[in-house]
């Protein structure tokens, strides 16, 4: 009698599965343009304003909040480095830097404030996998946030495109005044320390006070008695 192993079932390796369920987890330009997507009034100067407050080099993600006027009331830069892009992990990246610079807004009935991504990244500005992977993370993480989901904008080394619209522009060159920021930060008029600098008052000029006048000495100084004793100079002999 022999005994042995059944051999194990024929399974797919998990690099094929994971991978099939990584390419379902990003959206193609056709399923973004269909989504309904609000168009920015003015992407230039959204464009323009992010890239001078963050200094995004490549693999640079921006994700920001606007307000109903399309003034940004929150933004957060971070690197996020794969080997592999997954709609999931860009999801989760998001979340967890909306979370720290905004409240959610999951009480109201309909979203309010919108949040756009810029990603700086390499090579052309036609649409990748890794875009499509972002698009799909910012979809969600704008769903589990309480915003709507507003407009994927890529910055390559010559210019920025607001994919699914065909508007695009030159890359904004970076001010000489301001300095990168590269962690989160908070703007808008609740959330912006307001620096106020008061010149300050020419002082008047320091007048000396007037010395007291020197004693005469041909007055006449008065004694005890109260009779003045005049000065006398005795010649020494």
């Avoid at 940004?72 to 979370?99: I, K, Q, Y």
């Avoid at 409240?103 to 979203?111: E, K, S, T, V």
Wanted: hydrophobic content about 40%; glycine content about 8%.
């Amino acid at each position: 009698m022999t005994f042995g192993f059944a051999p194990p079932p024929q399974v797919p390796p998990p690099t094929s599965a994971d991978s099939a369920a990584r390419l379902g987890r990003m959206l193609e330009p056709a399923e973004w343009a269909s989504a309904g997507i609000p168009l920015l009034r003015n992407p230039r100067e959204v464009v323009a304003g992010l890239h001078d407050r963050h200094r995004p080099v490549p693999s640079t993600a921006i994700v920001a909040v606007l307000d109903v006027q399309e003034r940004v009331t929150a933004s957060a830069s971070f690197t996020e480095l794969t080997a592999a892009p997954d709609g999931w992990e860009f999801r989760n990246a998001l979340l967890v830097h909306l979370r720290r610079v905004i409240p959610h807004d999951l009480r109201l009935r309909a979203p309010v404030r919108t949040a756009v991504l810029l990603y700086c990244r390499e090579g052309e500005p036609l649409w990748t996998e890794t875009d499509g992977a972002w698009m799909w993370g910012l979809r969600d993480a704008c769903t589990l946030h309480g915003l709507r989901c507003g407009a994927y904008i890529t910055l390559t080394p010559d210019r920025w495109q607001v994919l699914g619209e065909g508007r695009g522009g030159r890359r904004p060159k970076p001010s000489t005044v301001d300095k990168p920021v590269t962690a989160a930060r908070r703007t808008g008029a609740e959330r912006m320390e307001t620096r106020r600098t008061t010149a300050a008052r020419p002082e008047a000029p320091h007048t000396a006070a007037p010395l007291p006048a020197a004693p005469n000495r041909s007055m006449a100084r008065r004694t005890g008695g109260g009779a003045p004793e005049a000065h006398r100079h005795t010649a020494a002999r």
